[in-house]
């Protein structure tokens, strides 16, 4: 019974339920005491006190959504970095030059966006 | 509701018994979220109170929300012109349901100096229900203080349930108010009969 | 097209960008600053049409604040519009009485006893002492620093409300001048204090001087931001610390020699660049010449009666005539014009706020930046909606 | 700085057939204003602005004015014989004095530190000659005071870039800061009014029951 998993079961339950538990009791506490009241004007978009003119909903220019992508793939690398600067200092000379690849390809990317331009924000 | 010797008898014992209305009133009041709604010179004072030697913060209430969304709590500090009316009671009706208004500043209450103004609306009670009204123009920082002590009473006497409990908790209370529209010299309509019932002029 | 209208930058236009199919990159996002949003000084609105992050136009709209002070002041006495001033730019409520003191002390002739005239320029040194220093507070809390600086610049600005509580009976709504002089005399305690306060308002200034004026976000976020020209800032009638810092040397204390100033040496600092940088620069110099000038001023502030004794303060009916007084508040040029006809009450009474104006060219200074740089901007030129709208 | 005479005589040497007249200004550190004809007001202005002794560059002020149509007593002295002996004697003439909105420029120099030269310029009347050139091609500074006097006096500015509606909101209708202007009159509440306040507010709130005040007997 030592290594059964249930002690890892019932921890499992005691966590979702001290997460859920608050949760159910402000639902419960919700649908008797604070009555949903929508509006028109409480539902409608905040304009500093004015009515909302125009759409919110417009074609962005490309350059965020490629500043987005670079951004992205960096922040990705670093959860990958993070085991690998965790054991740095027991790994063998192998796993080292795989990690500097691996980084060196991702700094190749951003080189190549770099030149071509698109981190010059016009 | 709990009577009051039962209850000391059981403090003496260090056993604290309350109930779930006051727990729910104490958490209320004791963290109202202003929202920064600075119109004029009152605004200043506002900051004033919320700055170092005022000390909003022992109140809890020194968080100002930019956002109605995240407020409860509307000073409307100085004065409400006939423009600015509308954009007063349309934030109003955005803010979050127990929601209260402290009418900061003589023009606030009434238009104040500026009453005779042909762009000043004669205070803000005619479109919004006024929990605290602070007289004074600009009203020092110890009124404001104790105007938020005045509101922080009156949510811890508010009802949990019963006829007269606060209007966010009954459902068919409509929580929101007509936004005036512009008129060619005035609002339309200069005033929400609802909300403003003025007691007759003694004279 | 009219010479001085806004020059955006060179390599700008205010359609969007097309690619090479002619199609537009993208739309033209259409937002309002409007009048509840936390960092417009009150409740002034600016439309901005916004190409991305970029401000492709800016139209400022005003009016949520026009409390109708000129028809209110047709309709009451000559005295009782001075308790108005202190609200029209409620951060300089003593500045706003001498320049309503001065015009119509011009308009009637009266005269002003030489305590009451050092007493009104330690007041004026004082509240801009104030003024500046909750701008700097307000500038930096616009930057994004929430909260802590305007912590010091209030601290520091109790203590002169302090003395204007002390002096006038309201912190700061203070209806303190009257014409031919002050309402009351100052006391020699109240003096010693307030040598006290400007002496160890030098290491205030330091302390903010060494937090701000070398930080590298500021100086990123405010050089070369919202440069406007020498022209420009003439043709556009800006006064006031926005236009030294665009280099023009136009001080009225120096230039109309109001109130004694010729008699306390003190320096006008200018910039050179005319951006944000400078403004605030010059603002803090200021600061710094306002000290000497109270030196000066407290040091040899003279006895005698602070009232002229001919001055009747009930019943003051000046000649029919009109005219235009004007003093350098913190905030620029602020001017009194003044219309009697005889009669208790005036006959027009205008006000020509500094702030009003100085917003003219605050499109040309925004255009072609980003939006954050829109608010610094609109920070720097310090505006007060009671001023604006009036 | 040159006196206003000196400079009205060159205006009238440099701009031919303009007319120019001083309006005189008792109160004694008043400034004397200056009457343009508003059709010449442009060129008037462009030259005071160019000048090399002049340079008004800085329009510091500008100010609109209402007169309505008004009966102007004027106490004149007049030697009048009566019976035989000399004898001075105040008379006063009514003259009418036709309503017009005026606007008046206050200009400064920024270059040479001089001054101030008042411009004034007179409507037609105040109805629908409300015509006047707008100085802002000269002067950047005077937009948005112009637009405020197009908003609460009703002077409508030609060649002005922007001509909107300032302070007051867009649906607005009239000018308020007129004399004639009658602002809407529900507005007075106070809980014991008294004369006109008392009559607005009869109109529009009840007034209580007024309790029968039992004359005390004198005793």
Excluded at chain 2, 96 to 107: D, F, L, N, Q
Excluded at chain 3, 267 to 293: A, Q, T
Excluded at chain 4, 56 to 70: H, K, L, M, Q, R
Excluded at chain 4, 114 to 135: D, F, I, K, M, Y
Aim: proline fraction near 7%; charge should be negative; include cysteine.
């Amino acid at each position: 019974m030592q290594n059964s998993y249930l002690v890892l079961v019932l921890l499992a339950v005691a966590a979702v339920g001290f997460a859920a538990a608050p949760l159910a009791l402000a639902w419960l506490w919700a649908k008797f005491f604070s009555p949903q009241k929508p509006g028109k004007d409480k539902n409608a978009i905040y304009e500093c006190g004015l009515e909302g003119k125009g759409d919110a909903w417009i074609h962005f220019r490309s350059e965020y959504y490629l500043y987005g992508i670079i951004f992205l793939v960096f922040d990705v690398e670093t959860i990958f970095l993070l085991p690998f600067a965790v054991a740095f200092t027991g790994l063998s000379a192998g796993a080292f030059v795989a990690m500097i690849v691996f980084l060196l390809l991702l700094v190749e990317g951003l080189v190549w966006a770099w030149r071509k331009g698109f981190l010059t924000w016009k | 509701m709990i009577d009051e010797g039962l209850k000391s008898e059981l403090q003496k014992q260090g056993v604290y018994v309350t109930s779930m209305q006051e727990l729910y009133n104490w958490g209320r009041a004791n963290s109202v979220w202003p929202l920064t709604f600075g119109l004029a010179c009152c605004a200043i004072e506002m900051m004033a109170a919320s700055m170092a030697r005022f000390d909003l913060a022992r109140f809890g209430a020194e968080v100002f929300r930019p956002s109605p969304r995240q407020a409860d709590l509307m000073i409307v500090a100085g004065t409400v012109t006939k423009k600015m009316a509308p954009l007063v009671v349309r934030l109003y009706n955005q803010m979050p349901e127990p929601k209260y208004v402290i009418a900061m500043g003589a023009c606030a209450i009434s238009g104040g100096p500026f009453k005779q103004g042909y762009n000043v609306l004669k205070g803000i009670d005619r479109y919004l229900p006024v929990d605290v009204a602070i007289p004074g123009c600009p009203p020092r920082p110890e009124a404001l203080l104790h105007a938020i002590m005045t509101l922080q009473e009156k949510i811890l006497n508010q009802k949990l349930t019963g006829p007269d409990r606060p209007r966010h908790l009954n459902a068919d209370v409509e929580g929101e108010y007509p936004v005036p529209t512009y008129g060619p010299h005035d609002l339309q309509p200069s005033k929400n009969s609802e909300v403003w019932q003025p007691p007759p002029i003694q004279r | 097209m009219n010479a001085f209208a806004a020059q955006p930058p060179k390599n700008f236009e205010v359609k969007p960008k097309l690619d090479r199919s002619g199609t537009p990159i993208g739309d033209l996002l259409e937002i309002s600053m409007g009048p509840h949003h936390p960092s417009t000084h009150g409740v002034f609105r600016m439309d901005v049409v916004l190409d991305g992050e970029t401000v492709v136009k800016l139209k400022p709209v005003f009016g949520y604040l026009h409390r109708n002070h000129e028809k209110i002041g047709e309709n009451i006495s000559y005295l009782s519009s001075m308790p108005y001033t202190d609200r029209l730019d409620y951060f300089c409520s003593m500045t706003n009485n001498w320049a309503y003191a001065l015009t119509i002390e011009k308009l009637a002739g009266l005269a002003v006893p030489e305590r009451a005239e050092y007493i009104r320029v330690i007041m004026a040194e004082l509240t801009r002492l104030q003024s500046h220093t909750c701008l700097v507070g307000f500038f930096v809390q616009d930057m994004g620093a929430l909260g802590t600086p305007m912590m010091y610049a209030f601290r520091e600005r109790e203590k002169i409300l302090d003395l204007f509580e002390e002096v006038s009976g309201a912190r700061m709504m203070c209806n303190y001048m009257r014409f031919g002089g002050v309402r009351v005399d100052v006391s020699d305690d109240w003096i010693a204090r307030t040598k006290q306060l400007v002496a160890d308002y030098c290491k205030f200034l330091d302390e903010f001087e060494t937090f701000i004026a070398e930080n590298e976000i500021v100086l990123a976020r405010t050089q070369g931001v919202g440069v406007l020209s020498r022209e420009l800032a003439i043709s556009a009638s800006i006064t006031g610390p926005m236009l030294r810092a665009a280099g023009v040397n136009y001080d009225l204390r120096k230039v109309d020699k109001y109130g004694f100033y010729s008699r306390f040496n003190f320096k006008v600092p200018l910039g050179d660049h005319g951006d944000v940088y400078d403004r605030y620069m010059v603002r803090v110099l200021e600061m710094r010449e306002s000290i000497k000038i109270l030196d000066e001023a407290l040091r040899d502030i003279p006895a005698g009666p602070v009232m002229d004794p001919k001055a009747k303060l009930r019943g003051f009916r000046p000649k029919p005539g009109e005219v235009y007084g004007r003093v350098e508040a913190p905030k620029g040029e602020l001017g009194f014009y003044v219309i009697s006809d005889g009669s208790p009450n005036p006959y027009r009474y205008r006000i020509r706020p500094p702030s009003f104006v100085n917003l003219t060219i605050l499109e040309d200074m925004c255009l072609g930046h980003k939006v954050s740089d829109a608010i610094v901007i609109l920070g720097s030129v310090d505006i007060v909606l009671g001023e604006v709208d009036r | 700085m040159e006196t206003l005479e000196q400079i009205k005589v060159r205006l009238e040497q440099a701009l031919p057939q303009t007319r120019l007249d001083i309006l005189p200004n008792e109160c004694p550190a008043g400034e004397r204003s200056l009457i343009v004809e508003s059709s010449r007001a442009v060129d008037v202005a462009k030259f005071l602005r160019d000048d090399s002794q002049l340079r008004f560059d800085y329009c510091s002020n500008v100010t609109g004015i209402d007169w309505p149509e008004a009966k102007i007593k004027t106490k004149v002295k007049k030697k009048v014989v009566v019976e035989g002996v000399e004898k001075e004697v105040e008379e006063t003439i009514e003259t009418l004095r036709s309503g017009h909105l005026e606007v008046v420029y206050h200009l400064y120099s920024m270059e040479l530190k001089h001054g101030p030269v008042v411009l004034r310029l007179r409507t037609g009347n105040r109805a629908e000659q409300t015509h006047l050139p707008s100085l802002t091609p000269l002067w950047r500074g005077a937009e948005f005071q112009e637009r405020e006097i197009f908003d609460l006096y009703g002077v409508i500015f030609d060649g002005h870039p922007d001509l909107r509606r300032i302070l007051m909101w867009d649906e607005f209708e009239g000018h308020p800061m007129r004399r004639d202007y009658v602002a809407p009159d529900d507005f007075e509440y106070e809980p014991t009014p008294h004369d006109e306040v008392l009559d607005a507010a009869k109109k529009h709130y009840p007034v209580a029951a007024q309790p029968e005040v039992k004359p005390e007997v004198k005793a």
